[in-house]
């Protein structure tokens, strides 16, 4: 029985990394494979998810569209529920293209009904992609021609092309070699072997970013590819930290003329997209808003002195006058003034760190300390020199120990996403006078290390659940 197969498109799950003294979050890529196999008029599917770190099979589907994992990993395990999220919006996207047009309609229901859809087009059993001739030859029913087979009576060319959807963009401009490891550093010396509450900071090197295509898309649209950088900084939680989750609303009008003219424009591309002729879309729209004006002028609610209104605030648009309805009238059109949703907003985190050191090793510390954000923070040239890469990004996470005392992240404090460094401000003489240490690098006495991050991304509803699947165990974002 010949068969042909068909890989999805990756998604990629954030998981929750439950290894002892871990930080962050880890990302797994997952795949589905679609297989078909027999004639026409007799194919049958099977449906396979694989892990793609290893290229393991991880589940597949039933029967009925169920998604049963049996092959998960130990970090997986805890975070089914969200894979099986992920692998359903693959199968509702996978659902578009990957069988072909020659089917039937029985076929493609079978074929859906194991992805757990629904068949919601019209057909009977000799109806679909294609119909049997008087002469036994099988007919494209679109464009009535025979469908090529080879000796088998399979198909030659099972997949459509016009089934396909766009590449994802995925370009990538090489930089030059860079600072790819750092120490663990921390201040005060002690702060690695005791159990006080710190604050963490990691680098990665951002490659860019892959630009999934397509209007149907579950999972992100912009996916981040990141290297992660050796080395880390860990520094005491100090007071005054803090966030503010904001999200842009804005007053927005709509007054009732405009609202008018909205409702023809509306119909007139629903008639447009409903393949109604062109000519006699613009007609119906404009019929539309002719009975609306017939409406008013036969409303006696409405009365004269309200269509002089509208006559005059026409007048103005028409000749760009400023408060021309307002100062013949004493009136306005009603704006229908509401707030409105206008989008996200991304947050700043601010930290301020003095560092004082006491001795030659927190002297050393304290001084690649510095480096470390200086440097990661420095702008990167690219391998011809034409382009500049973006800096590095920072992970940072407020940490604290449980009752076993293992590091774990703060639960009653705020999680930060992936930030960039925005500025980095070092106050070399914090106490008002210059002074150094007698040691070789002639270390300064204390230093003033201000930070300003901005989170790349904005916080979504779903960063929440994705956290302890809405059980409220933490104070999230």
């Known amino acids: 029985m010949a068969c042909t197969t068909k ?53 597949a589907t039933t029967s009925n569209g169920d998604i049963v994992l049996s092959g998960l990993n130990d970090l997986e395990k805890p975070e089914e529920k969200m894979i099986k999220r992920y692998i359903r919006g693959l199968l509702k996207k996978s659902a578009n293209y990957p069988i072909g047009t020659n089917i039937s309609h029985n076929e493609r229901t079978a074929y859906l009904n194991q992805l757990g859809l629904q068949n919601v087009a019209k057909g009977s059993k000799n109806t679909g992609g294609y119909y049997v001739g008087e002469d036994g030859v099988v007919y494209d029913s679109v464009t009535n021609q025979p469908i090529v087979q080879d000796g088998k009576g399979v198909e030659t060319d099972p997949f459509d092309p016009k089934d396909f959807v766009f590449e994802d963009i995925n370009i990538n401009i090489e930089g030059r070699d860079f600072r790819e490891e750092y120490e663990d550093l921390s201040y005060p010396k002690g702060l690695g072997s005791n159990r006080q509450d710190r604050i963490r900071f990691e680098q990665l090197y951002s490659k860019g970013r892959i630009i ?15 290297k992660k950088i050796e080395g880390s900084v860990t520094l005491p939680i100090v007071t005054g930290i803090g966030d503010r989750n904001q999200v842009d609303w804005q007053g927005a009008t709509l007054n009732p003329l405009q609202a008018l003219g909205a409702a023809g424009a509306l119909s007139l591309f629903s008639d447009a997209a409903s393949g109604e002729q062109i000519g006699n879309a613009f007609t119906n729209a404009a019929g539309g808003i002719q009975e609306a004006l017939g409406r008013i002028k036969k409303d006696k609610q409405v009365g004269s002195d309200i269509k002089q209104a509208i006559n005059i605030y026409l007048a103005q648009k028409a000749v760009g006058a400023q408060g021309l309805l307002s100062r013949a009238t004493g009136a306005i059109l009603n704006p229908n003034l509401e707030m409105l949703f206008n989008g996200p907003s991304l947050r700043q985190f601010g930290f301020t ?5 006491r001795d030659a090793d ?30 590095n990004i920072f992970n940072i ?27 980095c401000d070092v106050q070399y003489t914090p106490d008002g006078t210059y002074m150094t240490y ?25 960063d929440y659940t994705e956290l302890d699947n809405d059980q409220d165990q933490v104070i999230g974002y």
């Open 7 to 59: 890989k999805s498109k990756t998604a990629i799950v954030t998981l929750k990394q439950g290894i002892r003294g871990s930080l962050g979050k880890v990302k797994e890529k997952y795949y589905i494979i679609i297989e078909r196999c027999g004639t026409i008029g007799s194919f049958t599917f099977k449906t396979s998810i694989y892990r793609k770190s290893d290229d393991k099979k991880i589940g």
């Open 212 to 226: 999934n295509s397509g209007i149907e898309l579950e999972g992100q649209v912009f996916q981040r590819e990141v």
């Open 353 to 357: 760190f003095k560092l004082s050191p």
């Open 362 to 391: 927190e002297a050393t510390q304290v001084r690649k300390i510095l480096r470390f954000f200086k440097q990661g923070m420095s702008v990167k040239t690219s391998s011809s020199n034409i382009f500049l890469k973006s800096p």
């Open 397 to 423: 996470s407020y940490q604290t120990f449980n009752t076993d005392g293992d590091e774990i992240v703060h639960p009653s404090l705020n999680i930060i996403k992936t930030c960039a460094l925005l500025s």
């Open 438 to 462: 007698d040691d070789p690098f002639r270390t300064m006495t204390s230093y003033q290390l201000t930070l300003q991050f901005g989170e790349l991304d904005p916080i979504y509803d779903s």
